[in-house]
């Protein structure tokens, strides 16, 4: 059985509030991505970025977000359900310490964000101890795009816990169609390396599935078809039942 992961991506910090509240009320959600993006890498901006803050944007720091880990605030029910943060931000290692001060216990790279991505995951793996004193308590995984070649990756696969694919080719938009352009991409890099994890985000369907999960994907990130579903719990529940064996 994959993992089924729902993804929030907040217009504000009520958005967020509100549809946590409502990922958290299904028993079975033990995990939750959190989508940002700061208008630059991607577009357009979500909250805690402002389009209209752009020397925020600059320092890579937004104000609000700062403003919570000052206060001594935490997100909700971090005692039953872990977070992961897609990074979709051009300075992502300055605002990764902020968001591990929220609670934040996973954290999403894209090997698009940074000129040197080995070196990005080796400042991280310094700063926050990972592999080390936060070994089981701290993850660090790659997205990459579609249009990306996965050689971006390759020199610091030893980082990585997991890889994370892109279904969508623009991303930080939910709703969008799956591209199939990804499966190949996917099957390809699974044969090279079985032994990462994978995941996929964007256009996960109850059509695509099966297929995806049956190419080695293990976590299925899914936004619109969760969270817009008249009955997330319910739409959650179907997504978590499909099972197929590796291979099929």
């Given at each position: 059985?994959?993992l089924?992961?729902?993804a929030?991506?907040?217009?504000?910090?009520?958005?967020?509030?509100?549809?946590?509240?409502?990922?958290?009320?299904?028993?079975?959600?033990?995990?939750?991505?959190?989508?940002?993006?700061?208008?630059?890498?991607?577009?357009?901006?979500?909250?805690?970025?402002?389009?209209?803050?752009?020397?925020?944007?600059?320092?890579?720091?937004?104000?609000?977000?700062e403003?919570?880990?000052?206060?001594?605030?935490?997100?909700?029910?971090?005692?039953?359900?872990?977070?992961e943060?897609d990074?979709?931000?051009?300075?992502?290692?300055?605002?990764?310490?902020s968001?591990?001060?929220?609670?934040?216990?996973?954290?999403?790279?894209?090997?698009?964000?940074?000129?040197?991505?080995?070196?990005?995951?080796?400042?991280?793996e310094?700063?926050?101890?990972?592999?080390?004193?936060a070994?089981?308590?701290?993850?660090f995984?790659?997205?990459?795009?579609?249009?990306?070649?996965i050689?971006?990756?390759?020199?610091?696969?030893?980082?990585?816990?997991?890889?994370?694919?892109?279904?969508?080719?623009?991303?930080?938009?939910?709703?969008?169609?799956?591209d199939?352009?990804?499966?190949?991409?996917?099957?390809?890099?699974?044969?090279?390396?079985?032994?990462?994890?994978?995941?996929?985000?964007?256009?996960?369907?109850?059509?695509?599935?099966?297929?995806?999960?049956?190419?080695?994907?293990?976590?299925?990130?899914?936004?619109s078809?969760?969270?817009?579903?008249?009955?997330?719990?319910?739409?959650?529940?179907?997504?978590?039942?499909?099972?197929?064996?590796?291979?099929?």
């Amino acid at each position: 059985m994959a993992l089924i992961v729902p993804a929030v991506l907040p217009s504000s910090y009520k958005d967020l509030e509100e549809k946590l509240a409502l990922l958290i009320k299904i028993p079975s959600v033990t995990q939750i991505q959190i989508d940002i993006v700061d208008g630059i890498f991607a577009s357009p901006a979500s909250w805690p970025y402002s389009p209209s803050t752009k020397s925020d944007l600059v320092l890579g720091r937004p104000q609000e977000l700062e403003a919570m880990v000052k206060n001594g605030e935490m997100l909700p029910a971090l005692d039953r359900v872990s977070y992961e943060i897609d990074m979709m931000c051009i300075d992502a290692e300055r605002v990764t310490e902020s968001w591990l001060a929220l609670g934040v216990s996973r954290i999403t790279f894209h090997a698009e964000c940074s000129t040197n991505l080995p070196k990005l995951l080796a400042f991280s793996e310094r700063r926050y101890g990972y592999g080390g004193l936060a070994s089981g308590l701290l993850s660090f995984g790659c997205a990459i795009n579609i249009d990306s070649d996965i050689v971006l990756m390759e020199p610091c696969l030893n980082k990585l816990e997991y890889v994370q694919f892109m279904g969508i080719s623009r991303i930080g938009r939910q709703g969008q169609l799956f591209d199939r352009r990804v499966l190949e991409k996917i099957k390809t890099f699974h044969a090279h390396h079985p032994e990462i994890t994978l995941q996929i985000d964007g256009g996960v369907s109850l059509k695509n599935a099966k297929e995806l999960i049956s190419l080695g994907v293990s976590s299925l990130v899914i936004g619109s078809a969760i969270i817009n579903a008249k009955n997330p719990g319910e739409a959650y529940a179907v997504f978590e039942s499909l099972q197929t064996p590796y291979g099929v």
